[in-house]
T-cell receptor, first 115, second 113 residues
Framework: KAGVTQTPRYLIKTRGQQVTLSCSPI?????VSWYQQTPGQGLQFLFE???????NKGNFPGRFSGRQFSNSRSEMNVSTLELGDSALYLC??????????????FGPGTRLLVL | GDSVTQMEGPVTLSEEAFLTINCTYT??????LFWYVQYPGEGLQLLLK?????DKGSNKGFEATYRKETTSFHLEKGSVQVSDSAVYFC????????????FGPGTSLSVIP
């Protein structure tokens, strides 16, 4: 089975621009979660989508948004980029059940640099 | 709220040394506990997990036991290798958080020959 894939792997943008990142989950997985990883804040949960609906949301401003398509692929969008948005953005997929032992499988991440 | 605390390091060990990375958690209910590893330039990989008290997760020589009485999930390995150099994250998820995983700050491990 192919793993979680994320595109692009690297991205350079300037302040004020917007960016869209893409994530394709493992085949059969219906849940996709997004995380931001920075040296200062560590790994922080952004949001989670299940069956095209946002099921969980972290504490990020409205500039961060996402969506999920009927094939479970997900995109996240960041508008009006700020320098502090420079980070590694990780996507994770799982089968999406409601049991806490469901394992999340992570993609390699998209490294975003905002200049 | 739910949280995970772990020693931040960096930890430097010689090859074949014994490794312990401490992890404690605070959670409502009965969380599942995980250790993830991140090698340089890569995403996170699940190393092991435990879903109930006294469960022992193990993989690649690493092991951790879910201790409810001390709310801990310490990672151990008897003999580390240079290839184990990575950042290790302790994490939890709860029944109320579905696929929202809460991570500790990560512990950087360097193993020198």
């Amino acid at each position: 089975k192919a793993g979680v894939t994320q595109t692009p792997r690297y991205l350079i943008k300037t302040r004020g621009q917007q960016v869209t990142l893409s994530c394709s989950p493992i085949s059969g997985h219906r849940s996709v979660s997004w995380y931001q990883q920075t040296p200062g804040q560590g790994l922080q949960f952004l949001f989670e989508y299940f069956s095209e609906t946002q099921r969980n949301k972290g504490n990020f401003p409205g500039r961060f948004s996402g969506r999920q398509f009927s094939n479970s692929r997900s995109e996240m969008n960041v508008s009006t980029l700020e320098l502090g948005d420079s980070a590694l953005y990780l996507c994770a997929s799982s089968s999406g059940g409601t049991l806490p032992q469901e394992t999340q499988y992570f993609g390699p991440g998209t490294r975003l640099l905002v200049l | 709220g739910d949280s995970v605390t772990q020693m931040e390091g960096p930890v430097t060990l010689s090859e074949e040394a014994f490794l312990t990375i401490n992890c404690t958690y605070t959670a409502t209910g009965y969380p599942s506990l995980f250790w993830y590893v991140q090698y340089p330039g890569e995403g996170l990989q699940l190393l092991l997990k435990a879903t109930k008290a006294d469960d022992k997760g193990s993989n690649k020589g690493f092991e951790a036991t879910y201790r409810k009485e001390t709310t801990s999930f310490h990672l151990e390995k008897g003999s580390v290798q240079v290839s184990d150099s990575a950042v290790y994250f302790c994490a939890l998820s709860t029944q109320t958080s579905y696929d929202k995983v809460i991570f500790g700050p990560g512990t950087s491990l360097s193993v020198i020959p």
